[in-house]
């Protein structure tokens, strides 16, 4: 690790072109996509201090990380560039996780990310989780009809995206050795960092599989166990379906299903059926830590951040449970006495 020959630190640029490029995606083993937001919020920071101070490039170093250069730094997000709050705690997130592996490598830099670790972004305002309804949820599913061996396989794409939560990524992903039809029918999902985890599939989604597998992959002891699930076919060999063919899949399939069904988002996506499969878990009273695990969330709190709450009509039917009914109102004033021992401490 190359030193500033004058101070003896770490030089900021070297740190971080090995914290981009070789510690996140070899150590931490991170996406590219994730690497990639961490790089421009580090180049955020960066634009920061060469516009609003004009420091030179070649100049920046770790002195310009201190605590108040970063509140500044959150101010200007949110005034001169109208960041939302999400995006100015995304970028702060990534910041502070660089001065924690910086001060790993440097016992001196480790106030500065202790001074970092401290700030808070604006609060996001919480808005409602954007789910399907049953009606919804079903005209979707049907949409595709399975007229054509195109519309059968979009058919069960969906079914798959809904009936296990996936992401998009870890559906296409999908191969044959993912899946296990006997009981208990479950599927093997790899999703963010390689990360297995097993989803239990339904009587009626094992059904369609069964009926999908024989038409789709003949001779099925005889194939790969790498062939992919769902595929398209290019120059007659199985490829997998990319995440913009999934998204085209339920975008016609939720176009068709308006004619009978209006009340379907015109902007829906394909996070929206993993939302509404762990609502309707929810709503079914399945716990949070089931959900999660499901879902594939390493830690609760992001489950809980989406989907730990009541909706309208849940809300209603609980207090309406919980509230024993009054028979007869009481018309009579309550005396001095009964008001001192309603409204005592005692």
Request: aromatic letters at 6%.
């Amino acid at each position: 690790m190359r030193r500033d020959p004058n101070t003896d630190g770490l030089q900021f640029w070297q740190l971080a072109r090995d914290y981009l490029h070789a510690y996140l995606p070899t150590v931490r083993k991170l996406s590219v996509k994730t690497i990639e937001a961490y790089r421009i919020s580090l180049e955020c920071f960066i634009t920061y201090l060469t516009d609003q101070h004009h420091t030179a490039r070649e100049d920046i170093s770790f002195d310009h990380f201190h605590r108040d250069q970063l509140k500044s730094w959150l101010v200007w997000m949110n005034t001169q560039r109208n960041y939302a709050p999400r995006t100015i705690g995304l970028r702060l997130t990534a910041v502070k996780a660089f001065l924690a592996y910086a001060s790993q490598a440097d016992i001196r830099l480790i106030a500065l990310a202790q001074s970092a670790k401290s700030l808070r972004p604006p609060v996001a305002p919480r808005q409602p989780v954007e789910y399907l309804t049953e009606t919804e949820t079903r005209a979707i599913l049907a949409a595709h009809t399975g007229t054509t061996p195109k519309s059968r396989r979009n058919r069960m794409l969906l079914i798959l995206l809904y009936d296990t939560a996936a992401r998009v990524s870890e559906l296409t992903g999908l191969t044959l050795q993912d899946l296990m039809l006997t009981e208990p029918g479950r599927v093997t999902l790899t999703g963010k960092r390689n990360r297995t985890r097993v989803v239990p599939l339904t009587t009626k989604t094992i059904e369609h599989l069964q009926v999908y597998l024989k038409e789709f992959h003949p001779n099925l002891q005889q194939l790969p166990a790498t062939r992919p699930v769902l595929y398209s076919l290019h120059h007659g060999q199985p490829t997998p379906l990319s995440a913009d063919t999934v998204a085209a899949v339920l975008k016609t399939a939720a176009t068709t299903a308006r004619t009978d069904c209006p009340s379907i988002p015109d902007q829906i996506h394909c996070h929206m059926l993993r939302k509404t499969k762990a609502m309707d878990l929810y709503q079914q009273g399945v716990p949070l830590p089931i959900i999660m695990r499901l879902l594939g969330h390493e830690h609760v709190s992001t489950t809980s951040a989406f989907y730990a709450f009541a909706t309208a009509d849940m809300m209603r039917q609980a207090v309406n449970a919980a509230t024993p009914a009054v028979q007869n109102a009481i018309s009579e004033p309550l005396t001095n006495d009964q008001l001192q021992t309603l409204y005592s401490l005692r």
